[in-house]
């Protein structure tokens, strides 16, 4: 089993920066995927960026290039999701998850592991 647990979140203003951490413990794997999501009231869960864990291949949302990026520290088993230029339009919840496959997949059933969730609420 797999635990996730995220953290970094909390409230920003507009154009301002947050930085969020996911430290992955348990069964651990050494190749596979982690992945970065977020929900907002009312809407489903959408990808914000994936990387894999031993290459460092990275995959973001079309809309939040530029803006956000991921990265991974394989020492610390952490993965980082660097935002910037926030919007209110951010404002969710961020969940992290880990996939045992290689493949960078977008969608949320394709993940096998979830933390519980970090809030960023972004005020305008």
């Known amino acids: 089993q797999v635990q996730l647990v995220e953290s970094g979140g909390g409230l920003v203003q507009a154009g301002g920066s947050l930085r969020l951490s996911c430290v992955a413990s348990?069964?651990?794997?050494?190749?596979?995927?982690m992945g970065w999501f977020r929900q907002a009231p009312g809407k489903e869960r959408d990808f914000v960026a994936a990387?894999?864990?031993?290459?460092?291949?990275?995959k973001h949302a079309d809309s939040l290039k530029g803006r956000f990026a991921i990265s991974r520290d394989i020492a610390k088993n952490t993965v980082y999701l660097q935002m910037n230029s926030l919007k209110s339009e951010d404002t969710a919840v961020y969940y992290c998850?880990?996939?045992?496959?290689?493949?960078?997949?977008?969608?949320?059933?394709?993940?096998?592991?979830w933390g519980q969730g970090t809030q960023v609420t972004v005020s305008s």
């Open positions: 998850a880990a996939d045992r496959t290689t493949l960078l997949r977008t969608t949320a059933g394709s993940y096998d592991y």
């Open positions: 348990g069964r651990t794997f050494s190749s596979g995927v």
């Open positions: 990387i894999s864990w031993s290459g460092g291949i990275t």
